[in-house]
């Protein structure tokens, strides 16, 4: 659990949540529980513009199997 959050209006699919300096929690993943998929990591910079580092498939859950 990272925390309670409360917004002034209710957030919609496709809304944008940011939690900045979350190093640690994105990037230490142990677990695909339940068959959830690993969210991507994306990188934006100071103008918005985001990149993909890296984004996880299902020959990523399978190797965690072994």
């Known amino acids: 659990m990272i925390g ?3 917004f002034d209006v209710p957030l919609n699919v ?4 940011v ?3 979350m190093a640690l929690y994105t990037m230490v ?9 690993l969210p ?3 990188w934006q910079d100071e103008k918005k513009a985001q ?9 990523d859950f399978k190797h965690r199997l072994s």
Request: charge should be negative.
């Open 40 to 42: 991507a990591i994306v």
């Open 4 to 6: 309670d959050y409360s």
């Open 29 to 37: 993943k142990t677990n695909t529980f339940n068959g959830m998929p």
């Open 19 to 21: 939690f900045e300096d």
């Open 14 to 17: 496709g809304d944008q949540v």
């Open 51 to 59: 990149y993909l580092v890296r984004a996880f498939g299902y020959e």
